[in-house]
């Protein structure tokens, strides 16, 4: 592994940002695991050149992220926790402007900071193993959880969110890992849908919630507004 890679992984790179928030002015944080699209070698090779030092500053504008499904689904549950109807995500995020540069509240991040088009491991090999040092992807997660992880609890506990909102159940372990998780996560099933969250506080008092990926047709809309409504529920009680 390549000093070039290790300081650029263990940045903010893979994080496409907002306000990140303060102690004082707490924001809400969703995570997910990668960036989708896939980066290309020659991509992750440019990118090490240019490490994220400070938190990016987001979109350039609304109309950036709605043509993403993601972020939809991410307007449609915030827009839910702040006491609005999912079907009105339009509205909110036009309001709120998540994950926009120079608004407030809301910061978008990936645990891991590379994107590949698919979850196959055999997609490391050949120049990714080459540009990155690393053997396998495998070797690479294990990279991100003693390095990577680790940075991210710092950042956890310096700028402390409110809310951290995972996308990922099977990710559970790694979440729990990056954002300072000390006791067992909490699970809740919601009506006997598939929309069930695991959640938990952790060592700074963030509330931390583990949801499905927003992608996989997991989440309907209905779902969304239990969910969130009983998200906004846990953040004024932190139970």
């Known amino acids: ?10 940045s903010f ?4 940002g907002g306000d990140i928030g303060s102690k004082e002015h707490p924001s809400i944080w969703v995570c997910g695991i990668e960036w989708g699209g896939g980066n290309t070698p020659d991509d992750i090779r440019d990118a090490m050149k ?20 993601f972020n939809q689904w991410a307007f449609k549950l915030l827009a839910a926790i702040n006491g609005q109807r999912v079907e009105d995500y339009g509205a909110f995020a036009e309001q709120a402007k998540p994950f ?13 900071p590379i994107a590949f088009k698919k979850t196959d491991h055999n997609l490391f090999s050949g ?14 997660i294990q990279f991100c959880k003693e390095y990577r992880f680790p940075q991210i609890r710092s950042w956890a506990q310096t700028y402390v969110p409110d809310l951290v909102i995972c996308t990922g159940k099977g990710c559970k372990d790694y979440f729990s890992s990056a954002f300072g998780v000390t006791s067992t996560f909490n699970l809740e099933k919601m009506q006997d849908r598939p929309d069930h969250i695991n959640w938990a506080v952790n060592s700074w008092g963030s509330l931390i919630v583990v949801l499905p990926f927003f992608g996989n ?17 846990l953040r004024k009680r932190r139970v």
């Open 1 to 10: 592994m390549s000093n070039e890679f290790q300081e650029w992984a263990v």
């Open 13 to 16: 790179s893979g994080c496409d």
């Open 50 to 69: 240019y490490p994220e030092n400070v938190p990016p500053r987001g979109y350039r504008d609304l109309e950036e992220q709605l043509g993403y499904r």
């Open 100 to 112: 926009v540069e120079g608004s407030r509240g809301y910061f978008k991040m990936n645990l891991f």
């Open 127 to 140: 120049e990714f193993s080459s540009v990155t040092g690393f053997a396998s992807k495998n070797d690479y």
């Open 217 to 233: 047709g997991q989440f309907s809309n209905e779902g969304a507004q239990i969910v969130g409504e009983r998200i906004a529920d």
